[in-house]
């Protein structure tokens, strides 16, 4: 079936430098993505998101890329702080209720 | 402010016993979820509810079952617990549809021998 994946499933990065986060999706019939922080022991925090008749947007010290021809999502995150180690989870909602949601990439900061 | 509350945070059961866990939330949405997270992998939805009195199948239901008797809380129940209903189950509420600010609760961790 239709499917969200994430191309590395570790990234480690030296704190303060940036961090990008890749997604590839599949369903085209998707208008909307969202970004995920899941903290190890917590419940997923929303980050961002995005509509699919938008190929930028921004908030404090993220940003989402999206691009459409290739299906592809990517998370920036501006100088790393050690705060950001998590898991990454894509997701797209290809309908009111549903989301499906990537594998999740780790955020590794090294000091 | 509460959020999401899951309980409990933890539990053992035996192949073939009963359970249900709750979910409450004190933020008056009206929509609310319920996850299954397998290790390595991201959530995927059991069922879900659009409001109070209703309920609905999402991508992986069977085996649960669910209601919604009230606004605020959502039940999951497992009538006859398998091995393979072993995971992490989240709980999360909307305000509305077509938004992926869905608030999480923190998760109640199942084991079934």
């Known amino acids: 079936g239709e499917s969200v994946g994430l191309h590395l499933p570790t990234l480690s990065v030296q704190e303060g430098d940036n961090s990008i986060i890749n997604c590839a999706y599949s369903n085209s019939a998707s208008d909307y993505f969202i970004w995920y922080k899941q903290e190890s022991g917590k419940g997923p925090q929303f980050i961002i998101d995005?509509?699919?008749n938008m190929d930028k947007r921004q908030g404090q010290r993220v940003t989402v890329l999206l691009n459409k021809t290739v299906k592809h999502l990517s998370l920036q995150i501006a100088a790393t702080q050690p705060g950001d180690s998590a898991v990454y989870f894509c997701?797209?909602?290809?309908?009111?209720?549903?989301?499906?949601w990537g594998a999740g990439t780790k955020l590794i900061i090294k000091p | 402010n509460a959020g999401v509350t899951q309980t409990p945070k933890f539990r053992v059961l035996k192949t073939g016993q009963s359970m249900t866990l709750l979910c409450a939330q004190d933020?008056?949405?009206?929509?609310m979820y319920w996850y299954r997270q397998d290790p390595g992998m991201g959530l995927r939805l059991i069922h879900y509810?659009?409001?109070?009195?209703?309920?609905a199948k999402g991508e992986v239901p069977d085996g649960y079952n669910v209601s919604r008797l009230k606004k605020q809380n959502f039940l999951l129940g497992l009538e006859s617990a398998a091995p393979s209903q072993t995971s992490v189950y989240f709980c999360?509420?909307?305000?509305?549809?077509?938004?992926?600010?869905?608030?999480f609760g923190q998760g109640t961790r199942l084991t079934v021998v």
């Open positions: 933020m008056n949405h009206e929509y």
């Open positions: 997701a797209e909602n290809p309908d009111n209720y549903q989301l499906i």
């Open positions: 509810s659009v409001g109070e009195g209703t309920t």
């Open positions: 999360a509420s909307s305000y509305g549809s077509r938004t992926g600010e869905a608030f």
């Open positions: 995005i509509r699919s």
